[in-house]
């Protein structure tokens, strides 16, 4: 990566800024996509707008990137491999899915069948995970806090398997969003214990609950009531597109939930109608993990967030969370990231941030900068504890999951650091004239961190799925 970003920008002028770097991203991704196929196999389709912080405005500066360092340093002589390597690595990049014809979210969708009459998986393995539940949260899965209790959940799946009376699609989706996740903990857990035919029966309850969440989501309204299933319902089924790798689908669901919770009110500090503390603290979290998803789906896709934190009266410390404590840590951490995240686009990346100064946003990146920097120390403490506490039962997963939201830190304060100007005063050999030396040291860090992770797996690979998707 040293010698890449030398070779790249010897010969950038002088007054090439992190600025107009970050204006050329846009360019690049939007170039890169309209390149993807031929005119005359395009469809005539409208694809997703991504701004200027999405992933892909980002991969495709860095593949245009990368050709011209390569170009120009010795390795352009490699001849064919490299430049194979490189067009293949383009051909990933503007992949795109298969738009479909038919409206996803369409109220008058047609083909799909009654919730009730939809398989799932068997009930004396449901009612043994709901006993086992009581006892220990699967780790895999803190965004169970969003269900509101162990006792909510364990009534929506009775609403399910005793339907002696109709039952929404929000409760369907809800139970069926919970159980795949919660069998996907289960999974990984006998994937250690080398339990292959358990292994074999858990994937095949996962996939009932995939086809089950798939079938609903496509047939769900567009007008939902204002009502907290729905919520509950949408941010589950947004944690499950991102499962999917399906950043699009999870902004959409969640974009839904942030329209009902601001129509519901559950933005405010003030108790809500018929509310006490303990409930309002239940729905304070609620909210909090729907704002977590909003952030970090709208720096991810390149758009302004939904929730606005003018409008935001909430405590951003959370209360005790009862039956799911043992992830408040984790939901905090993702809380102090989902503001800056807000912040990162906002002052840094949107279109009125790259009309501004760089001075100001350079002020901003480093505001942000701080923040980070100081939520990444506590994760580092966070996994010392982890490391010398050997008997605690489930550190190997929870240890792989917090060093998932070290990356994630490092990931976005690679992204906060993009937006420096280069330190031009003194240019040596080893000076980039695009990144400021903070961004390409903690991008360096956060590869150093991902390899180490992977590694740290080993051979379990639902276990590296879950890491790599979250």
């Not at 509101?148 to 398997?161: G, L, M």
């Not at 190997?396 to 999951?401: C, T, W």
């Not at 961004?439 to 992770?453: D, G, P, Q, V, W």
């Amino acid at each position: 990566m040293h010698t890449i970003s030398h070779t790249a920008t010897s010969d950038t002028p002088q007054g090439n800024t992190a600025l107009s770097g970050c204006s050329d991203i846009g360019v690049d991704a939007e170039q890169s996509i309209n390149s993807r196929t031929p005119a005359s196999t395009t469809r005539d389709v409208e694809h997703a707008f991504e701004g200027d912080s999405s992933v892909r405005a980002h991969v495709a500066f860095a593949g245009s990137f990368a050709r011209q360092a390569i170009e120009k340093s010795s390795l352009g002589e490699a001849g064919s491999r490299v430049n194979d390597a490189l067009s293949a690595l383009h051909q990933i990049l503007t992949i795109r899915r298969p738009v479909k014809d038919d409206n996803s979210h369409d109220q008058g969708a047609t083909g799909i069948a009654d919730p009730r009459a939809m398989p799932m998986p068997p009930l004396d393995v449901t009612l043994q995970l709901l006993r086992e539940l009581r006892q220990r949260l699967p780790p895999t899965f803190e965004l169970i806090c969003a269900v509101t209790s162990i006792e909510y959940f364990t009534e929506q799946c009775r609403k399910v398997y005793f339907a002696t009376e109709e039952f929404t699609k929000a409760t369907f989706i809800i139970v069926n969003v919970g159980l795949f996740f919660i069998f996907q903990g289960e999974i990984i857990e006998a994937s250690k214990s080398g339990d292959g035919e358990r292994v074999a029966n858990l994937r095949s309850y996962c996939k009932i609950c995939q086809q089950n969440i798939k079938a609903t989501l496509q047939s769900l309204s567009l007008l939902l009531p204002a009502r907290k299933e729905n919520v509950i319902a949408l941010v589950l089924g947004a944690s499950y597109a991102v499962e999917t790798s399906d950043p699009s689908q999870a902004w959409f669901l969640n974009s839904t939930a942030c329209q009902l919770c601001i129509s519901l009110g559950y933005q405010r500090d003030a108790l809500l109608p018929g509310e006490d503390e303990h409930t309002k603290s239940i729905r304070a979290t609620l909210f909090w993990i729907v704002y977590i998803l909003d952030r970090a789906l709208a720096l991810r896709l390149g758009r302004p967030a939904v929730l606005q934190d003018y409008e935001i009266t909430l405590n951003r410390t959370l209360q005790n969370l009862g039956e799911f404590e043992i992830h408040r840590e984790t939901i905090q951490c993702w809380l102090a990231q989902a503001g800056v995240q807000g912040q990162i686009y906002e002052e840094l990346y949107s279109p009125a941030a790259l009309r501004g100064s760089t001075e100001h946003r350079s002020l901003s990146a480093r505001g942000c900068a701080n923040i980070l920097q100081a939520e990444r120390l506590k994760l580092k403490h966070r996994i010392q504890r982890l490391e010398l506490d050997t008997t605690s039962p489930g550190g190997e997963v929870e240890l792989a999951l917090i060093r998932s939201d070290e990356l994630a830190n490092l990931s976005v304060l690679t992204l906060v650091y993009r937006a420096l100007p280069p330190d031009l005063s003194e240019v040596t050999p080893q000076c980039s004239r695009i990144f400021a030396a903070e961004c390409i040291e903690t991008a360096r860090k956060a590869i150093h961190a991902h390899l180490s992770h992977v590694r740290s797996l080993g051979t379990n690979t639902d276990l590296l799925t879950t890491y790599m998707h979250w």
